[in-house]
Every structure is written in C-alpha cells, then in structure tokens.
C-alpha cells in the first residue's frame, strides 16, 4: 500500500500488521459470540477511532457460528485529546447513540483505552439507561497511565507506552487510514 506523501518518513516503526490486528479481531469475535450465543446484541462503536474496530468486528462476529441472534450495530462519537497526544482529562459527548439500548444487552467498541477515563465516562452514561448487559470490548489496551480502573471484558492487543497511529487511531487527524499500527518518529510531533 502507498503511504500518502505527507506520511514519508514519519513512521518510526510498524507495532501490530494488518494480519496481526485480524487475528486479533477474530479471537475478540469468537469470545463475543460465544458470550451472547442465541441472544441479541447491540455493538456501540466509539467514533471516530473506533471506525475500522467496529465495522471488522461486525462482520468476524457475523462470521462466527452459533453466535448472536441479531446485530445491531450504532456509534457515539466522544473527543477527549483534541489535537493533542495527551488527554485533556475531560470528556466530551459529541454525538449520542441513535438507538435504545434499555433492555439490551451492549458491548462499547473501543479503539483503545488509556487512561479509562473515556470508558469510564461511557459505561457511566450508559448504566443509566438500563441495558440488560454492559461490557466493554478495546482492540488496543494501554495500561501505563490508567487513573480509573474501569473494566474491559475483551481486549485485542497490548501496545507500547507510546503515541500510536493507525487502524483508525488519529494523530491530529492523520493517519486513521493506515491499516496497519504504527508508533510514529519524534520529528513527527508538532507540539512541544
Ligand atoms: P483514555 O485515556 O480516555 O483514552 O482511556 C481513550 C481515547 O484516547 C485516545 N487515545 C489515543 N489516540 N493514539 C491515539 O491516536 C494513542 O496512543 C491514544 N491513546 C489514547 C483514543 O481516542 C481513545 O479512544
Ligand atoms: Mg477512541
């Protein structure tokens, strides 16, 4: 795959492939539909890191036999970082779910969690709204900085202690698209 120009020379080293990030995929899948065989499940992705996540996820459930009932899947949309590589610590809701979830049994698709603050800030809001079930489901699982403990029923990967990019993870908007995760070089970073 071509790297857009504006991506040459900023990528210090590749940390999962896009093979790695499938299986990864996959063995999430397989542990999900075992989890809620025979019943509906909705899957509630985080946007925007969580769009490749969520859509992979989807289809390898689909894929599973003897797995859920029915799918439904929506996205919520939070920003915590800005355009930065630290977190501000503040959460904010930028779009909301569209469907019910009282009665129904949720997995938050997350692309990664880091401090917890996010997930945390998620399950609280959607507690609230009475699902029949609430678990948490991150493809990639920094653990280094956690300051809430907040749990997470099904993790991908463990990264390194450094900024990723990649599989719909962003460094001021750039690099989503990469299919691949990818730790970037220090020059690359514009803030101080
Ligand atoms: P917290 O710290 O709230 O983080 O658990 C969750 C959200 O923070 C973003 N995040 C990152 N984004 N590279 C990114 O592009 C990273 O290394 C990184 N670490 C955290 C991400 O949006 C996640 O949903
Ligand atoms: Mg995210």
Do not use: W
Not at 54 to 72: F, K
Not at 108 to 122: H, R
Not at 171 to 179: G, S, V, W
């Amino acid at each position: 795959m071509k790297i857009t120009d504006s991506y040459e020379g900023t990528i210090e080293r590749t940390l999962f492939t896009e093979d790695e990030i499938s299986a990864a995929i996959s063995r999430l899948a397989t542990q999900i539909a075992e989890d809620y065989s025979g019943q509906p499940l909705t899957l509630l992705g985080v946007l925007k890191g969580a769009l490749y996540v969520i859509a992979d996820l989807a289809r390898a459930l689909s894929a599973v036999p003897g797995g859920p009932s029915e799918i439904i899947v929506d996205y919520l949309c939070v920003s915590s970082y800005g355009n930065s590589t630290r977190s501000s610590g503040e959460v904010r809701l930028l779009k909301d779910a569209s469907v019910q979830i009282t009665g129904r049994n949720v997995v938050i698709v997350e692309d990664i969690v880091d401090n917890g603050l996010t997930l945390s800030y998620l399950r609280s809001l959607l507690e609230e709204r009475r699902p029949a079930s609430l678990r948490s489901c991150v493809l990639f699982d920094k653990p280094y900085h956690r300051r809430i403990d907040v749990p997470v029923e099904y993790v991908g990967l463990q990264t390194p202690d450094a900024f990723v990019v990649g599989y719909g993870l962003d460094y001021q908007e750039l690099f989503r698209n990469l299919p691949y995760l990818a730790q970037l070089r220090p020059s690359a970073f514009t803030e101080g």
